[in-house]
């Protein structure tokens, strides 16, 4: 909140909204919630069968396409790359092979655990926004994250 005069007589009151409505912010943090939640579940039901694949438990098991598309029609992979494989080998308890689908899975995968008792700490009381600061950091950690483990697989390493 400011205030701003045009003379000494007059003041002039201004009040700054916050550009997101309270229903807006309450709505992301439940949809941020729901996608954690349900990608922890799939890490958890999904399995790897003994070829690397990802399979859903329905009788023999019932192969899932590949999610990648950038692999699928290019032949590139891209810098998520085998993040499915590397959460369901986690869930699996299999941290080697979770390292060896995706060196940062863990780290990704860790980045979407915290998201369930963060958002379910925000919407348990009233609006305490996170600093910009620190959703900047977190978010560029895990953008670099990717993409340094992508230049690394890029060239060999």
């Known amino acids: 909140m400011s205030v701003a005069t045009e003379n000494a007589e007059d003041p ?3 009040v700054v909204e916050d550009p997101v409505s309270d229903d807006s912010y309450r709505r992301r943090h439940w949809e941020m919630l729901a996608v954690g939640v349900v990608v922890l579940t ?4 999904l399995r790897l069968n003994g070829n690397g694949n990802v399979e859903a438990p329905l009788g023999e098991g019932f192969k899932l396409p590949p999610l990648c598309m950038s692999r699928a029609w290019f032949g590139v992979e ?3 790359c085998g993040l499915t494989r590397s959460f369901v080998a ?3 308890g299999n941290v080697a092979r979770s390292l060896s ?3 940062v899975g863990w780290l990704m995968a860790l ?3 915290v998201q369930v008792p963060y958002r379910l700490y925000e919407l348990s009381g009233p609006r305490r926004p996170t600093p910009d600061l620190w959703k900047t950091l977190f978010g560029s950690t895990l953008i670099f994250a990717l993409l340094a483990n992508w230049c690394l697989k890029t060239f060999g390493y």
């Open 42 to 45: 799939l890490a958890c039901c």
């Open 101 to 103: 689908f995706h060196r």
């Open 12 to 14: 002039v009151l201004i």
């Open 111 to 113: 980045a979407v655990a």
């Open 90 to 92: 986690l869930a699996e």
């Open 78 to 80: 891209c810098p998520g």
